[in-house]
C-alpha cells in the first residue's frame, strides 16, 4: 500500500515579523509545488496538574487569535492556511505533529517567541528538529527572488552527503534553477579519496536529470564555511543546503552572523525523499 503523499508546510507561529518572513518563503514554496501551508502555534505546557478543562480554554482561545491571523493571510497572500494549537515544545510533540499533519518541510524565522519570557534560538530549535524524518528551512529576510533561482551546495567527503543530494534533484525539479556546488580545498588523500566519490555520484545524478549545474573549490587558506557564505552572497543566492551536522558548525563558528540567504538543513535518512515531498 503506497503512502500518502507529504504536502503540507509547517510555520511555527509566533505573531512576530520573523514568523511573516518565514510565512513568505512558506508561501512562495507552497504555491510553486501545490502544497498547503499550516500555522503550528507552539505554547508553553502548563503542567500535568492543569485540569484538561483548563488546557481545552487555552487552545480554543489561541485558536481564536490564531484563525484571525489566517484570515489575514488568505487576503494578503491568497493562501488559506490550517491552523494548530499545540501545549509543549518537546521533540516529541513536533514529530507527532509532523506525522498526524503529514508535513514535508519545517519553515522557520531565526527565533521563536513561546511567550514573553521564553523565545528559543536556533540552537533550542535544533533539539526539537534533529532528528525529524523532514527538513527545515531557517529564513530570517524575504524571499530576494521570485523562486529559488540560484541555490548553493556545500559539497563535501561526507557518506551521508547524498542525502542532500537528492533534494537537490527534487529543488531542480520545480525551479529550473542553477546548482552551485562548492567544496572544500582537501590535503588528506583519504579524504580526497571519498570526495571524488561523490563528486562523480553527484556528476552522475546532476547530469542523468539534465540539470545545470557548476563546481568550485574553496581558496586553499580560507575556512570552508566562510568560504559557502561568501560564494552564496556573492552569487546572491537563494538557498544554502546543510546536513544538521554541518548546520551545527556554522552555528558554532558564526554565532552572530545575520542570515541573509536562508538555509535548508537537512536530517539524516529523511523520509520525504523516498516516499514523497516535492513531487
Same mark, same amino acid.
Given at each position: @500500500?503506497?503512502?500518502?503523499?507529504?504536502d503540507v508546510?509547517?510555520?511555527?507561529?509566533?505573531?512576530?515579523?520573523?514568523?511573516?518572513?518565514?510565512?513568505?518563503?512558506?508561501?512562495?514554496? &507552497?504555491?510553486?509545488?501545490?502544497?498547503?501551508?499550516? *500555522? &503550528?502555534?507552539?505554547?508553553?505546557?502548563?503542567?500535568?496538574?492543569?485540569?484538561? &478543562?483548563?488546557?481545552?480554554?487555552?487552545?480554543?482561545?489561541?485558536?481564536?487569535? *490564531?484563525?484571525?491571523?489566517?484570515e489575514r493571510?488568505?487576503?494578503?497572500?491568497?493562501?488559506?492556511?490550517?491552523?494548530?494549537?499545540?501545549?509543549?515544545?518537546?521533540?516529541?510533540?513536533?514529530?507527532?505533529?509532523?506525522?498526524?499533519?503529514?508535513?514535508?518541510?519545517?519553515?522557520?524565522?531565526?527565533?521563536?517567541?513561546?511567550?514573553? /519570557?521564553?523565545?528559543?534560538?536556533?540552537?533550542?530549535?535544533?533539539?526539537?528538529?534533529?532528528? *525529524?524524518?523532514?527538513?527545515?528551512? @531557517?529564513?530570517?529576510?524575504?524571499?530576494?527572488?521570485?523562486?529559488?533561482?540560484?541555490?548553493?551546495?556545500?559539497?563535501?567527503?561526507?557518506?551521508?552527503?547524498?542525502?542532500?543530494?537528492?533534494?537537490?534533484?527534487?529543488?531542480?525539479?520545480?525551479?529550473?534553477?542553477?546548482?552551485?556546488?562548492? /567544496?572544500?580545498?582537501?590535503?588528506?588523500?583519504?579524504? /580526497?579519496?571519498? @570526495?571524488?566519490?561523490?563528486?562523480?555520484?553527484?556528476?552522475? @545524478? *546532476?547530469?542523468?536529470?539534465?540539470?545545470?549545474?557548476?563546481?568550485?573549490?574553496?581558496?586553499?587558506?580560507?575556512?570552508?564555511?566562510?568560504?559557502?557564505?561568501?560564494? &552564496?552572497?556573492?552569487i546572491d543566492?537563494?538557498?544554502?543546503?546543510?546536513?544538521?551536522?554541518?548546520?551545527?558548525?556554522?552555528?558554532?563558528?558564526?554565532?552572530?552572523?545575520?542570515?541573509?540567504?536562508?538555509?535548508?538543513?537537512?536530517?539524516?535518512?529523511?523520509?520525504?525523499?523516498?516516499?514523497?515531498?516535492?513531487?
Amino acid at each position: @500500500m503506497s503512502k500518502k503523499k507529504k504536502d503540507v508546510i509547517i510555520v511555527p507561529w509566533d505573531y512576530t515579523p520573523q514568523s511573516d518572513i518565514a510565512l513568505m518563503h512558506a508561501v512562495q514554496l &507552497a504555491k510553486e509545488v501545490n502544497n498547503k501551508v499550516m *500555522l &503550528a502555534r507552539f505554547l508553553e505546557n502548563p503542567g500535568f496538574f492543569t485540569s484538561k &478543562a483548563k488546557k481545552e480554554q487555552l487552545i480554543t482561545e489561541e485558536k481564536v487569535t *490564531l484563525q484571525a491571523e489566517g484570515e489575514r493571510i488568505l487576503k494578503e497572500y491568497g493562501i488559506n492556511p490550517f491552523i494548530t494549537v499545540e501545549l509543549g515544545t518537546s521533540f516529541s510533540n513536533f514529530h507527532r505533529l509532523v506525522k498526524e499533519a503529514n508535513a514535508n518541510l519545517f519553515l522557520l524565522g531565526k527565533t521563536y517567541k513561546v511567550n514573553d /519570557k521564553v523565545t528559543y534560538h536556533p540552537k533550542e530549535m535544533i533539539k526539537r528538529l534533529r532528528g *525529524l524524518d523532514i527538513p527545515f528551512i @531557517m529564513a530570517q529576510e524575504k524571499p530576494a527572488h521570485n523562486y529559488y533561482k540560484e541555490i548553493v551546495v556545500p559539497l563535501d567527503h561526507d557518506k551521508n552527503y547524498k542525502e542532500t543530494l537528492h533534494w537537490v534533484v527534487y529543488l531542480s525539479k520545480y525551479y529550473n534553477c542553477n546548482i552551485n556546488i562548492i /567544496k572544500p580545498y582537501l590535503h588528506d588523500d583519504y579524504r /580526497k579519496k571519498d @570526495m571524488a566519490n561523490n563528486i562523480y555520484f553527484t556528476k552522475k @545524478m *546532476l547530469d542523468k536529470k539534465n540539470i545545470i549545474y557548476g563546481i568550485k573549490t574553496a581558496k586553499k587558506n580560507k575556512e570552508f564555511n566562510d568560504e559557502i557564505l561568501s560564494f &552564496a552572497e556573492n552569487i546572491d543566492s537563494d538557498l544554502i543546503l546543510m546536513m544538521v551536522k554541518k548546520y551545527r558548525k556554522h552555528l558554532s563558528d558564526h554565532p552572530d552572523y545575520e542570515e541573509k540567504i536562508p538555509i535548508m538543513v537537512i536530517n539524516r535518512n529523511t523520509e520525504i525523499i523516498k516516499y514523497g515531498g516535492f513531487r
